[in-house]
């Protein structure tokens, strides 16, 4: 098939690119090459950009921009739509940015589409977030399923992190969350993806293109951006530790993520991309299996064979929320798609691949003191 992949230089994008390559489909990648994932002079310093570098049809643009999208949709068959903001926390205070680039981008797209007359395009697949589902799905003991609300700043500044029951006492319990489960983002990077999702599940279906949705949880791995500072904590983590800095562990390191591996989420896009059109919807992809910080922490510092302090500070970001992690049943059984590496394999894959990398400056502190200086980080 004809691929296009709107942030194909990106971590995701380019693996998935040379994946689809391998397999013989024919790849066009639109991406910015942001100085924020690439760092600068990307098209020569770059490590994902080389990846892809002529093995694809490669055209620098901008998703917000229309005259860029048409550039690149003649002949193709399938759209997967990464090119996004991904910043949690820096999505709280750039949020005409974070709204342009993830709103209106998918917005452009989807014009286009409708009001041009015979386009090649029958999927157009969207990369979501876990975001969506803001704190996630919780039982009480009693087996009550709830759905609570973005944390407290009072209950946070005292030190109480864990989600709080309606019921004085009351003890809830994260489970999987499912694809049926409320969403309620807690960030304006999930309320713009939920906006993709829903931008995306309403037109197409009316223009004869099949709609899929990928909830992607935290993925990881080889190629993963050492130099942004807002996302990726195996990153940021890695390079502390390569620099002997003390690593800030927020909260009380309890929080938790379903990581998952970058081959896996490959694997259960290409078939999302190559399954029978008729096979659409919402996907959660993840492990399925909730890690928290802390042991994110020291399973980097066992494969670094390096140990660094860890200060448990009780910072917190507003925005954050405290555990998620995914139900993965339905895209098993509709797709087939089953997790192959988990997190003790894989964190290894990642460290084998940093120590390759030269060690790089990442404004991980600068970028706390900016969200602290805006109100959104308690130091």
């Known amino acids: 098939m004809n691929v296009l992949i709107s942030g194909g230089a990106g971590f995701i994008g380019s693996n998935l690119a040379l994946r689809l390559v391998e397999l013989g489909h024919q790849v066009t990648v639109l991406d910015n090459l942001s100085a924020q994932v690439h760092g600068p002079k990307a098209d020569e310093h770059s490590y994902l950009y080389q990846r892809i570098r002529n093995k694809v049809s490669f055209i620098y643009g901008d998703v917000t921009k229309r005259e860029d999208w048409e550039k690149c949709l003649e002949g193709q068959q399938v759209v997967v739509h990464l090119a996004a903001e991904t910043g949690t926390g820096q999505s709280m205070y750039k949020i ?53 609300n973005a944390r407290k700043k ?17 003890k809830l319990k994260p489970v999987a969350t499912d694809e049926l489960s409320k969403v309620h983002p807690t960030s304006v990077y999930g309320l713009t993806k939920l906006f993709q999702e829903q931008l995306v599940t309403t037109v197409c279906p009316t223009i004869g293109v099949m709609p899929v949705v990928m909830r992607y949880q935290n993925v990881y791995g080889p190629g993963q951006s050492l130099q942004n500072p807002y996302t990726g904590i195996l990153s940021i983590f890695s390079s502390l530790i390569r620099q002997g800095k003390t690593i800030n562990i927020f909260e009380d390191g309890l929080e938790s993520r379903d990581f998952v591996y970058i081959d896996d989420v490959v694997e259960a896009t290409i078939r999302a991309i190559t399954c029978d059109e008729a096979i659409g919807g919402i996907f959660n992809v993840g ?17 670094y064979d390096r140990e660094v302090k860890l200060h448990i500070s009780g910072n917190y970001r507003l925005g954050d929320i ?53 109100g959104l980080l308690k130091q």
Not at 114 to 142: D, Q
Request: with cysteine; aromatic share 8%.
């Open 96 to 148: 005409t940015h974070y709204t342009s680039v993830n709103m209106l981008g998918t917005a452009e797209l989807l014009d286009i589409l409708t009001n041009k007359r015979g386009h090649s395009i029958r999927k157009v697949l969207i990369a979501s977030s876990r975001a969506v589902y803001g704190e996630g799905k919780y039982e009480t003991e009693e087996g009550r399923v709830v759905y609570p």
């Open 154 to 170: 009072e209950d946070l500044d005292c030190g109480r992190f864990e989600i709080q029951g309606e019921e004085p006492d009351q």
């Open 287 to 303: 492990a399925g299996i909730p890690t928290t910080v802390l042991e994110v922490a020291k399973a980097l510092m066992h494969h």
């Open 322 to 374: 405290r555990h998620n992690f995914a139900d993965i049943t339905r895209i098993g059984a509709a797709l087939g798609y089953k997790p192959s590496v988990m997190f003790s394999e894989g964190v290894g894959r990642f460290v084998d691949w940093v120590k390759g990398q030269n060690i790089t400056e990442n404004n991980y502190e600068s970028s706390l003191t900016e969200m602290a200086d805006r």
